[in-house]
């Protein structure tokens, strides 16, 4: 995986020549940094209907755009991500950029990949089906991106792109519902064996790892419990949610330690940020959120500068950790739908259909976390790039914003049950199948579907 050199060599041109191609070449150094982050964002190339046939049958990630503007990180929903259409290619095919982060959804017709009795792997938290979710409409929409189609996650090809590979998927238990949604897609071709070792205990009593292994294609994925993706301690579990000490400086080792181990990282994991912290940096307490304001005197701060600093921080330590020349990954926030009352004050998520793109206006705090994780990106690429790590980002949050019906609501578990002690309605997670199995389709198009 180490980048080849290319050693370029040019004849002796005219000064009239010379002049206009210094110009071109200056604003190209000027603007690679912002060109380089924009292909961080989803785009296939869809032709136009000058193309041929073949070539607006495979989509590709456009990569090769003449121009692109830096991703948007305000607050409004419908700030576009822009990128113009690209030059000709050498088939005389006009090509424009698709970007598969926006878009709606639509009603489909095809069976969803997998159901809870065709894939083992779904947790009863998230299996809407075997609970008796009332309505199952939720599982008949696909997204649909402005101006091309998103085509269907290719299980096969997936496997033969992660033939010999290792995947990580580090974060809070969004993480573990993406990576469940993966194993279920991936089913339809292969199911991996999980490997049992002796397995360290959160704090918070989950398995700090887990292993997965497809033996026919040498693939690994792994799961790493790490909610705040920084080092963290349980100072007072007796507050509320409990008092956390994090150490925004100082990545968190137990998935850290394991990062030249594998290909592609996925990092993600915002909502443990939300529980009473003090912030600790350079070996000092920085500052705390509101959640903290009874139990130390520091300074409150924003959590959303608390998520840029974690995520700078584990973004940092992949772009520095030498050995690694894969792609990290950064899932952006998925918002949580509850209404009429909050997570423990009665709230609950009914509605049967998606939003449909402007019928709800973006939450602020989504909106803030969202730029914060963009950020975080934006200031770590060039140390990326130094070292030959590729950052991406994977930005589900317009899609899932729209998704209020794809929650298990009351249906994660048996009546008279709960999601987590007195946690009894579940409008964070995301029933499988459902609307999050577009973060595995997004996933394939970024690493494996132009192979």
Not at 15 to 43: E, G, I, K
Not at 295 to 309: L, Y
Request: aromatic share 10%.
């Amino acid at each position: 995986m180490k980048p080849h050199k290319i050693n370029l060599s040019s004849r002796k041109i005219s000064v009239a020549v010379a002049t206009p191609v210094l110009v071109l070449l200056t604003l190209a150094v000027v603007s690679l940094y912002d060109f380089n982050f924009a292909d961080s964002y989803l785009y296939i190339r869809r032709a136009s209907s000058s193309s041929s046939a073949s070539s607006s049958s495979t989509p590709s990630l456009a990569t090769n755009s003449s121009s692109s503007t830096v991703p948007d990180t305000s607050s409004s929903a419908s700030s576009p991500v822009n990128s113009s259409s690209s030059s000709p290619s050498p088939a005389n095919a006009i090509e424009a950029a698709c970007d598969l982060t926006r878009g709606q959804w639509v009603p489909d017709e095809e069976a969803p990949y997998y159901t809870n009795l065709t894939c083992p792997f779904i947790d009863d938290l998230q299996n809407c089906m075997k609970f008796g979710k009332p309505s199952l409409e939720f599982m008949r929409w696909r997204w649909q991106p402005d101006g091309c189609d998103l085509p269907r996650f290719d299980a096969a090809r997936f496997l033969d792109a992660m033939r010999g590979k290792s995947m990580a998927f580090v974060g809070d238990s969004l993480a573990r519902n993406h990576l469940k949604s993966l194993l279920c897609i991936l089913s339809q071709v292969a199911q991996p064996v999980e490997i049992v070792t002796t397995t360290e205990i959160d704090v918070t009593g989950r398995a700090v790892r887990r292993d997965f292994h497809y033996g026919s294609h040498g693939f690994n994925v792994s799961l790493f419990w790490s909610p705040f993706l920084v080092k963290a301690n349980l100072s007072d579990a007796e507050l509320g949610l409990g008092l956390w000490d994090m150490y925004l400086d100082t990545p968190d080792a137990r998935w850290a330690a394991h990062i030249a181990d594998f290909d592609y990282i996925v990092l993600s994991g915002t909502n443990w940020f939300f529980r009473p912290s003090v912030y600790h940096a350079g070996g000092r307490p920085v500052g705390r959120n509101s959640g903290a304001s009874g139990a130390h005197n520091a300074t409150e701060m924003p959590v959303s500068g608390a998520v840029r600093a974690a995520f700078r921080t584990a973004l940092g330590a992949i772009a520095g950790r030498e050995g690694f020349r894969g792609k990290a990954l950064v899932r952006t926030v998925t918002p949580a739908h509850f209404e009429n009352g909050e997570w423990n004050t009665g709230g609950d998520c009914v509605r049967t259909r998606p939003f449909r793109r402007g019928q709800r206006a973006r939450d602020a705090v989504v909106a803030e976390f969202r730029a914060a994780q963009v950020d975080a990106l934006r200031e770590t690429e060039a140390t990326s790039q130094r070292n030959g790590a590729e950052l991406r980002l994977l930005d589900i949050t317009e899609a899932m914003e729209l998704r209020p019906d794809g929650h298990p609501s009351r249906y994660g578990h048996p009546p008279g049950g709960s999601v987590e002690g007195s946690f009894v309605v579940d409008c964070l997670h995301w029933c499988l199948p459902g609307p999050i199995d577009l973060w595995s389709e997004l996933l394939f198009q970024l690493l494996a579907a132009h192979r």
